[in-house]
């Protein structure tokens, strides 16, 4: 059975500093994904990540995926406010259609 | 690019009532469709795919006889929550196979809270 974890599960920082969110998981898999939540919405797609190695970026946002060592990371440089959401990872079930989540790490970004 | 709506998206119902729940896929066809609970500060958990045509799968210990899903055409799924109780209170996000492969999207979500 696939499980998917994160840590941290809360993460308080400053605007301006850099941080890391982890994801690993448990069994082999070809879709990694990260999304955003705010407060009481539903989830924004970040990131897909289909391949080891695989790299992307989008504005002070950068998820990679190792696949053998089965880990995923969501870096965050130099943190604004805005940035301030609950992240998710999921991973894809081998074979099968279904994504299974991790905890979610919940970002807090003070001026 | 892919839109996934979700109605209502608060309901609040009384206990013993049943609530229907929709998710539309907008601007494409999607074949299959995922239901998903959330609680609180929790995470999602996935409650049952869908799929046109066919019976929903649903995930060990959800009841799908209180949770029907249909998915009777290529842009529309629904979530009946039949006889509800408090403990049925949570907020429900659906989602979508998208335009590509690999990607998703995920509806606006509903809050039901049942008094």
């Known amino acids: 059975e696939l499980k998917v974890e994160q840590n941290p599960l809360f993460l308080s920082m400053q605007e301006g500093k850099n941080y890391t969110i982890y994801c690993n998981y448990s069994t082999t898999s070809d879709r990694l994904y990260w999304y955003r939540q705010d407060p009481g919405k539903s989830l924004e797609s970040l990131f897909v990540l289909l391949s080891n190695g695989a790299v992307k970026q989008e504005g002070r946002l950068m998820a990679s995926l190792d696949t053998k060592a089965r880990l995923s990371t969501l870096h965050i440089t130099a943190a604004v406010h805005d940035l301030s959401a609950t992240y998710f990872c999921?991973?894809?079930?081998?074979?099968?259609?279904?994504?299974?989540f991790g905890q979610g790490t919940r970002l807090t970004i003070n001026p | 690019g892919a839109v996934v709506s979700q109605h209502p998206s608060r309901v609040i119902c009384k206990s013993g009532t049943s609530v229907k729940i929709e998710c539309r896929s907008l601007d494409f066809q999607a074949t299959t469709m995922f239901w998903y609970r959330q609680f609180p500060k929790k995470s999602l958990m996935l409650m049952a795919t869908s799929n046109e045509g066919s019976k929903a799968t649903y995930e060990q210990g959800v009841e799908k006889d209180k949770f029907l899903i249909n998915h009777a055409s290529l842009t529309l799924s629904t979530l009946t929550v039949t006889s509800a109780h408090p403990e049925d209170s949570s907020f429900y996000i659906c989602?979508?196979?998208?335009?590509?492969?690999?990607?998703?999207?995920f509806g606006s979500g509903t809050r039901l809270t049942v008094v």
């Open positions: 989602s979508a196979e998208g335009l590509d492969r690999y990607g998703y999207t």
């Open positions: 999921a991973v894809a079930v081998q074979g099968a259609q279904k994504l299974v």
